[in-house]
């Protein structure tokens, strides 16, 4: 102990001489890092680390450790830039629509226009209240990393064992590591005893990985060092010590905390084409605004007047509705999707759902149970298939050969783990391998704790990776029996005889290839293979006769099984045109099982193999991505979305949410993810289900069918008033329609409708089509409803406002205009349910919202041309019943017009067909 400190107190000395204080603190590490500034620590065996850290089997001094402290930083993860709840309220804000409806509120209180003023500012208060809630938690990824963190740690200091606050480590300490703690800190094995850890939150690795002492000497991704720890991760079992080598953000987790800081949300293609949509209206809406007034100052008309009139055509121009209608209609969206089991974070995630072209998913937990099952026994010489899957005790056996009890019997006994149940979900208490077997037994009603009163366990030899085998000897009806497990081919050295139908023979060469070779046909689908033998010791054995001369009983090959729903919707995937792509930190022959089974087809490709291949060129080939590190996921998707694909991240682990907050859409399990990964994520399946991401998918794209609906029917009525008061006002005649007769209109007769819309049933086959193109205009298709159908109530209005005001009338020739209008729109918002004719067909009783909707409208057109108190503050007259009839009638033309295309184009469209 002595000696180290004398060591360390030396180099204190020489880093006072080279003011070595002063440096960055990675950069008196060079020789230990790669180019990437990645700690490469496991190439460096414990004592070379002890070397290059300056430090001693001891463990650091207090003094030292306090300078170190000062030099390196605390041992914790830092946020950067937190998202303030008053910033997202901001954000609601910042769309170019709403900016040009908060001039119009600027303008209205300026004119003294409250009315107008107080309903606008009604609807863009409703709309970031909703869109605030929606996503006030969107931003807490680095705070849930920081619960990943180990709150406190045993370490050496000064030659003792001390427990601090793990934020107080640092590189150089030695750290003792124990059975159900967590790992505090990136750190260099330097001695163990049966260590293994789970991984899984960091690799995606579904079994604790054995860790070894051995050096390495190349590179290799983090699942593969196995003589490293990292911070965050649990130890399932043994113990040790180990060199810190890393702390704070220069850990592993450190690293994602930073990417996913870093890492910038992209913008859906809904909320692109909106921002499009509104710098269009806003400049639509400045250019014909500044004509009238232009025409109004030539013709020497009073400015004022015709100021009121430009202000008038601004409010005509912009849908008031439109930004809460798209809100009601994500909201709507999220609904249906919690009854499918998918829980969304933030609004516009619903349309980009649905315009998903690529859904990169992890294979651990997500599209497997992430619970290893046994699912084939060689035994007798006969290989037995095992149904069911997870640690459900339930599943049967497609064969019963004499000695299967004996195989299940012995993975029982030899067995540290227990199945726990607890409202009908079943869990593993222990190694999920032994878990396996355990409820193999079960399945064939062999109980583990009935066995275990009858096999009473007296002894022990405990599994080591060099011995690659685990030994337990039990006492029965007064004999005792060694029951051993392990590796086949070392297994099968220590075995002189075999059993076969219950008779016990000498072991043959024959035997053995045998063994050998449905050993490999195992590992060949991805099994994890296990040898089983026991041995009958009689009254009296010594422990070097537990492990000689055994019998050979037979295999268990066990796998983290596919879910059963899964390869059915990668189906549906490949019908809606949707490629799947596994990424994962499992092994590659193991993924690539997984994948054929699930019906994934392409390529596989392991992480070391990337920086050999042109990603962005080859990443559509590729099916399967193994044994990655997070900043593989990361290349992957953004390869992607150069591509120009919509990408769907799926992931539970901490190692999934950089990838997930890049992705235009982020996907995490409810149960077995991770806190990093749900907060970092825009959707959150309830279920862990893969087959939730494509329900939530069709609702994505009947969401999207929906808002499109509701956009054509809400803009072609505001094209109608923006026209009818333009040439109007051209041609001379006066304003048309008044500023609340404007929003009567956009705000009742469109805006209810809309609302309605938004809930509508979705169209059949949306899952039979291709994914529509990000890049396409919204407005794709909709023609009929944006040009022609205005055009039809540009006519009518006009001619209904010349008639009246040819006769001196211009307070009917007004309302003759608002009830053209007004019924355009009642009329188109039933011809705008589908595409199919006749609009009817969707069903006219399903929607209770859009026919309540209609029934306001006619109601409110009713009050505002027939109660005279309201009819004095709308400046509108009485028409007569012949007159109103008249006009209701001829406003039909418009929706007449729209069946009939859509019948023309449904006919050509089966021509086709045909």
């Known amino acids: 102990m002595k000696k180290g400190k004398k060591k360390g107190q030396r180099k204190e000395k020489a880093d006072d001489n080279k003011k070595a204080d002063d440096k960055n603190p990675d950069d008196t590490n060079e020789t230990a890092r790669g180019s990437s500034g990645r700690s490469n620590y496991y190439r460096k065996s414990a004592d070379e680390t002890i070397k290059e850290l300056d430090t001693s089997k001891e463990g650091l001094s207090e003094d030292e450790a306090k300078k170190r402290l000062e030099k390196y930083g605390r041992n914790s993860i830092k946020e950067d830039g937190r998202i303030s709840p008053l910033k997202i309220l901001i954000q609601q804000f910042n769309s170019p629509v709403i900016w040009i409806l908060l001039a119009a509120v600027a303008i209205s209180v300026f004119l003294g226009e409250a009315a107008d003023s107080i309903i606008i500012t009604v609807i863009l208060v409703l709309n970031a209240i909703i869109g605030f809630f929606q996503e006030y938690r969107a931003e807490k990824a680095i705070e849930a990393l920081k619960k990943m963190a180990s709150p406190k740690a045993i370490v050496l200091r000064d030659g003792k064992e001390k427990e601090i606050d793990a934020a107080e480590l640092v590189p150089g300490d030695i750290i003792v590591l124990q059975t159900g703690e967590k790992i505090p800190a990136d750190a260099r094995l330097m001695d163990i005893s049966n260590l293994q850890i789970m991984e899984a939150p960091l690799t995606g690795e579904s079994l604790p990985v054995k860790k070894t002492l051995k050096t390495f000497d190349k590179d290799m991704t983090i699942g593969d060092r196995k003589n490293m720890v990292y911070s965050g991760t649990m130890v399932t079992k043994g113990r040790g010590k180990a060199i810190v080598t890393e702390t704070g953000m220069k850990t592993e987790i450190g690293r994602i905390a930073d990417m996913i800081q870093t890492t910038e949300s992209e913008k859906t293609p809904l909320q692109k084409q909106l921002k499009y949509l509104g710098k269009w209206l806003g400049a639509i809406t400045v250019v014909i605004a500044g004509v009238v007034f232009a ?539 589908s595409t199919i004719f006749p609009s009817l067909k969707v069903g006219l009783f399903k929607n209770w919202w859009l026919n309540g909707a209609i029934l306001t409208s006619i109601a409110a057109i009713l009050v505002v041309i027939y109660v005279p108190a309201v009819r004095q503050f709308f400046e509108t007259a009485a028409l007569t019943w012949k007159e109103f009839l008249i006009i209701v009638a001829v406003s039909s033309i418009g929706s007449i017009y729209l069946e009939i295309h859509k019948f023309i184009s449904s006919r050509g469209m089966s021509a086709s067909d045909d």
């Not at 149940?421 to 193999?440: F, H, R, W």
């Not at 063994?515 to 195992?522: A, G, H, T, V």
């Not at 596994?582 to 699930?598: P, R, S």
């Not at 209810?752 to 193109?773: I, Y």
């Open 295 to 833: 025409t109004g100052v030539i013709k020497g008309e009073p400015l004022l007047d015709f100021f009121l009139v430009a202000v008038a055509l601004a409010v005509a121009a912009i849908p008031e509705g439109l930004p809460v209608v798209v809100t009601v209609a994500l909201a709507l969206g999220i609904r249906k999707m919690v009854k499918r089991n998918a829980l969304i974070r933030k609004l516009p995630s619903v349309e980009t759902l649905g315009s998903t072209t690529v859904i990169c998913t992890d294979k651990t937990g997500t599209l497997t149970h992430n619970e290893m099952t046994v699912k084939k026994i060689f035994i007798d010489d006969d290989t037995v298939e095992v149904s069911g899957s997870g640690y459900k005790p339930e599943g049967s056996f497609t064969s019963h050969p004499k000695d299967l009890n004996l195989i299940l019997k012995i993975g029982a006994l030899n067995n540290d783990s227990s199945i726990d149940e607890e409202d009908g979900q079943y869990s593993i208490n222990g190694d999920p391998t032994e878990g396996a077997l355990v409820v193999s037994a079960a399945k064939a009603g062999l109980d583990k704790k009935m066995l275990e009163n009858k096999h009473e366990r007296i002894d022990e030899v405990q599994f080591s990776s060099e011995r690659k085998m685990m030994t337990t000897v039990h006492k029965f009806n007064g004999n005792k029996f060694s029951y051993v497990k392990g590796a086949p081919d070392v297994m099968l050295k220590k075995c002189s005889h075999i059993i076969e139908d219950g008779k016990k023979r000498k072991i043959t060469k024959k035997d053995k290839d045998k063994i050998l070779k449905k050993n490999e046909e195992f590992a060949d689908e991805a099994l994890r293979v296990l040898g089983f033998a026991y041995k009958d010791l009689g009254k009296k054995a010594s422990k070097k006769d537990y492990e000689k001369d055994l019998v050979f009983v037979g295999l268990q090959g066990m796998i983290d099984p596919p879910r059963e729903e899964v390869k059915k919707s990668i189906a549906t995937c490949k019908d809606a045109g949707i490629k799947v792509i596994m990424v994962t930190g499992d092994f590659k022959g193991t993924a690539m099982a997984i994948a054929e089974e699930l019906g994934i087809e392409g390529k596989a490709v392991s992480g070391d193999e990337l920086k050999n291949i042109d990603l962005e060129k080859e990443v559509m080939d590729i099916a399967v991505f193994a044994r990655v590190n997070p900043e593989h996921k990361l290349d992957i998707v953004k390869a992607l979305k150069k591509k120009g694909h919509i990408v769907a991240m799926t992931g539970d682990g901490v190692n999934d949410a950089p990838a997930l907050k890049k992705a235009d859409i982020g996907v995490s399990m409810g149960i077995t993810g991770t806190d990093v990964a749900k907060e970092a994520s825009d959707m959150i399946l309830t279920d862990d289900n893969f087959a939730s991401i494509v329900n939530a998918v069709e609702e994505g794209r009947g969401v999207y069918d929906n808002i499109k609906k509701f956009l054509a029917f809400l803009l072609s009525g505001n094209i109608g008033e923006v026209m009818i008061i333009f040439l109007a006002t051209l041609f001379g005649w006066g304003v048309p329609l008044t500023a609340p007769l404007i929003l009567m209109i956009n705000l009742v007769t469109d805006g209810l409708p809309a609302t309605a819309l938004s809930a509508d049933p979705f169209e059949p086959g949306r899952m039979k089509r291709q994914p529509r193109n990000p890049k396409a205009s919204i407005f794709k298709g909709l023609n009929p409803f944006l040009i022609f159908y205005p055009a039809l109530m540009i006519t009518v209005g006009l001619i209904c406002y010349w008639w009246f005001w040819n006769q001196g009338n211009e307070a009917k020739a007004i309302t003759a205009v608002f009830l053209s209008i007004a019924m355009f729109e009642v009329y188109q918002a039933y011809s705008c349910r």
